[in-house]
């Protein structure tokens, strides 16, 4: 987390996409985990706000105001609902004063990536010029851009709670049938599959 914190706030000195995207990646991965712990409770421990819940939610509350902006926090609904009631904490006010989550995710400031110039070493004048080896067209790179943001949409879907509803309505409404085609596999279960329920669940989500 504290390399995107620190991309966020441009201190020096600046780090480099890689690591800023690494960054992200984990701190997700994290809420993530917190947003399941606290399914169908309030807190982290027992039935009201404890220790654990202020070190752990004030440490996250840098990235919650910078980059896990609200795109990411409508799948993470525990999670939310959990810092929305620590910053909402008049004592946590007192101290902080009135926290503002984000809306949209802070442009990072980052380190530019310098590339070192390759000087070719003269031509002999024996040696006749290599020929540019002819590469075959994709006719994949000649299609119009689509609509469909694949990563964001990924992202979402996985990390919804609610995939058959709000999960699959939010892919036909971004859905780009000139780009893209469905197609309905169906599966073959085979002899003694779907007997133990959390590993056909699990297997079942690792498909989708």
Same mark, same amino acid.
């Given at each position: 987390?504290?390399?995107?914190?620190? &991309?966020? /706030? #441009?201190?020096?000195?600046?780090?480099?996409?890689?690591?800023?995207?690494?960054?992200?990646?984990?701190?997700?991965?994290?809420?993530? *985990?917190?947003?399941?712990? *606290?399914?169908? =409770?309030? /807190?982290?421990?027992?039935?009201?706000?404890?220790? !654990?819940? *202020?070190?752990?939610?004030?440490?996250?509350?840098?990235?919650?105001?910078?980059?896990?902006?609200?795109?990411?926090?409508? !799948?993470?609904?525990? &999670?939310?609902?959990?810092? +929305?009631?620590?910053?909402?904490?008049?004592?946590?006010?007192?101290?902080?004063? =009135?926290? =503002?989550?984000?809306? =949209?995710?802070?442009?990072?400031?980052?380190?530019?990536?310098?590339?070192?110039?390759?000087?070719? &070493?003269?031509?002999?004048?024996? %040696?006749?010029?290599?020929?540019?080896?002819?590469? $075959? +067209?994709?006719?994949? $790179?000649?299609?119009?851009?689509?609509?469909?943001?694949?990563? %964001?949409?990924?992202?979402?879907?996985?990390?919804?709670?609610?995939?058959?509803?709000? #999960?699959?309505? !939010?892919?036909?409404?971004?859905? %780009?049938?000139?780009?893209?085609?469905?197609?309905?596999?169906?599966?073959?279960?085979?002899?003694?599959?779907?007997?133990?329920?959390?590993?056909?669940?699990?297997?079942?989500?690792?498909?989708?």
């Amino acid at each position: 987390m504290f390399p995107a914190i620190k &991309a966020t /706030f #441009g201190w020096t000195p600046l780090i480099d996409k890689d690591t800023y995207n690494e960054a992200i990646k984990n701190t997700k991965a994290n809420v993530t *985990l917190i947003n399941n712990h *606290l399914n169908g =409770k309030d /807190f982290l421990v027992g039935n009201r706000l404890t220790v !654990a819940d *202020l070190v752990l939610g004030l440490s996250l509350t840098h990235a919650f105001t910078t980059f896990l902006d609200a795109g990411f926090r409508k !799948a993470m609904g525990n &999670a939310t609902k959990w810092i +929305e009631h620590i910053i909402a904490n008049e004592a946590v006010i007192s101290k902080l004063g =009135k926290i =503002k989550l984000a809306a =949209k995710t802070l442009p990072p400031h980052l380190a530019e990536t310098k590339k070192e110039e390759v000087k070719a &070493a003269p031509a002999k004048k024996e %040696d006749k010029p290599a020929e540019k080896e002819k590469k $075959d +067209e994709n006719p994949l $790179d000649v299609l119009p851009p689509s609509t469909f943001n694949m990563f %964001d949409f990924k992202t979402f879907f996985v990390n919804h709670p609610n995939k058959r509803e709000e #999960g699959m309505k !939010a892919f036909f409404e971004q859905f %780009d049938k000139e780009g893209y085609s469905i197609w309905e596999l169906n599966y073959e279960m085979y002899e003694g599959e779907g007997v133990v329920l959390y590993q056909t669940v699990n297997l079942m989500n690792g498909f989708l």
